[in-house]
């Protein structure tokens, strides 16, 4: 991969790390004899983070005030001047070395994910690990796709097939993962390249409530965007069967049917009647 690249450091107060960052980058992408743009999108730091990528020697972009992660990303890939873009974080968790290995891929996939499956991957914390395991797991389903890491950072992206899903990227932490769903809900290809995770340095912006909930609203809002039945048809089947259960009970015991157990089943097939509305809805959207 000789192509020109553009990669993009998001930092919020990283002054303990960016520089360390900057420089395994310079130096692997100079080892690789691969032309790049390296752009570090400051997010509103309070701290030294701007002077150190000046110092260093980077593309700065400034955000006046802290506006999340994901629109640091968002700024960074609409700046960038190639159209093989690089995502990764300025906290010294993620094996920056390993770029020229994703972008080996970036020619047979539109997107190639860092997934912290290595040997020296570290385990996150109970708090954050189960959360993100339940989430993967219905992102999984819903995409009928195995996703070993969902929310990783560091990525190869083409600007074209991203820029067409950026009207549903969130600027949080929930940034990742919408766009992973949106590429595999609409057919683009995906590779996953097993990486190390390294402990962070600094101070996380990840708040464990908040986060988790954007996770899984933002999961289910993107599958909605793109196929609702694979949410409506459990819903609707759940419902059916408790008032079939229901109404097979009250008709033995009593000899007769239920209000709440024909309420179930005419709230079934409304529920699938709005899946089958909003599958068509996307069907002629994609049109």
């Known amino acids: 991969m000789k192509e020109f690249v553009s990669i993009i450091l998001p930092a919020h107060n990283e002054e303990e790390a960016l520089g360390t960052d900057i420089d395994l980058i310079r130096k692997t992408m100079k080892e690789a004899n691969i032309d790049y743009e390296l752009i570090v999108v400051d997010d509103g730091s309070k701290d030294r983070t701007a002077e150190i990528a000046k110092q260093k020697g980077a593309i700065l972009i400034q955000h006046k005030v802290n506006r999340g992660v994901g629109a640091a990303r968002k700024t960074g890939?609409?700046?960038?001047?190639s159209n093989i873009v690089i995502t990764t974080d300025a906290d010294a968790t993620y094996p920056n070395q390993d770029i020229p290995k994703l972008l080996e891929y970036i020619g047979e996939y539109d997107m190639v994910i860092g997934a912290r499956i290595g040997e020296n991957a570290i385990k996150e914390s109970l708090?954050?690990?189960i959360p993100k395991f339940l989430i993967r797991k219905l992102a999984s389903y819903m995409s009928r796709t195995k996703i070993p890491d969902l929310n990783s950072g560091l990525?190869?992206?083409?600007?074209?097939?991203a820029l067409k899903y950026f009207y549903l990227l969130p600027d949080s932490h929930s940034w990742e993962s919408t766009i992973t769903l949106a590429f595999l809900c609409n057919g683009q290809q995906v590779k996953f390249i097993?990486?190390?995770?390294?402990?962070?340095?600094?101070?996380s912006t990840f708040h464990p409530i908040n986060d988790t909930y954007n996770y899984i609203?933002?999961?289910i809002r993107t599958i909605m965007y793109f196929n609702p039945l694979r949410i409506f048809l459990p819903v609707s089947l759940l419902v059916l069967l408790i008032g079939l259960?229901?109404?097979?009970?009250?008709?033995?015991?009593?000899?007769?049917?239920?209000?709440?157990?024909?309420?179930?089943?005419?709230a079934a097939i409304l529920i699938v009647m709005m899946g089958l509305l909003a599958d068509l809805i996307v069907i002629q959207h994609k049109k």
């Open 194 to 203: 097993p990486i190390d995770y390294y402990k962070r340095k600094g101070k």
């Open 127 to 129: 708090i954050r690990r």
């Open 217 to 219: 609203f933002l999961t």
């Open 155 to 161: 990525r190869v992206i083409r600007k074209d097939v």
């Open 245 to 266: 259960a229901k109404g097979t009970y009250d008709f033995i015991m009593f000899n007769s049917l239920g209000e709440f157990d024909v309420l179930a089943i005419i």
């Open 77 to 81: 890939i609409l700046n960038a001047k």
